[in-house]
């Protein structure tokens, strides 16, 4: 079974997210959008129709959207199957939430790594 294939977001806090957005839009060239990120599409062997984003996004300094982890980012990570990933994991002695999300925009879950940072997964639709 393949675990990780790619990276799907990187999120991560700010004391000023309109702010920091408009800096990184105006310095580095990212379209930052009205919902707070930007989403870079991208192709690959795997994907040559490029089918696919990784998502860019800011978060109020004070989210819970980290919670139970005190680091002040989140890396997405897409997989291929996530409930067997998860089973693998939980399997393995693997801190794995039990919430696990299923939406149009894919199914995501969540592992703690040894240092105390949560690590979102995600499978994408099919098609992406």
């Known amino acids: 079974m393949k675990r990780v294939t790619g990276i799907g977001g990187i999120f991560f806090k700010s004391r000023d997210p309109e702010a920091l957005g408009a ?3 105006e310095h580095l060239g990212i379209d930052v959008q009205a919902w707070g990120g930007a989403a870079f599409d991208w192709k690959g ?6 089918a696919g984003t990784t998502a860019w ?3 109020a ?3 819970d959207h980290f919670a139970p982890s005190a680091a ?8 291929d199957d996530l409930h067997a990933l998860l089973a693998a994991l939980r399997a393995e002695g693997v801190q794995v939430e039990e919430k696990v999300d299923e939406s149009d925009f ?4 969540w592992v703690i790594d040894p240092e105390g940072n949560k690590v979102e997964l995600w499978q994408p639709p099919a098609g992406q």
Do not use: H, Q
Not at 72 to 79: A, D, E, G, L
Not at 106 to 109: A, N, R, S, V
């Open 45 to 50: 062997p795997d994907n040559p129709e490029g």
């Open 106 to 109: 894919g199914k995501f879950g």
């Open 72 to 79: 002040p980012f989140m890396i997405n990570y897409r997989v």
């Open 23 to 25: 800096w990184y839009k």
């Open 61 to 63: 300094a004070d989210t």
């Open 57 to 59: 996004s800011l978060f």
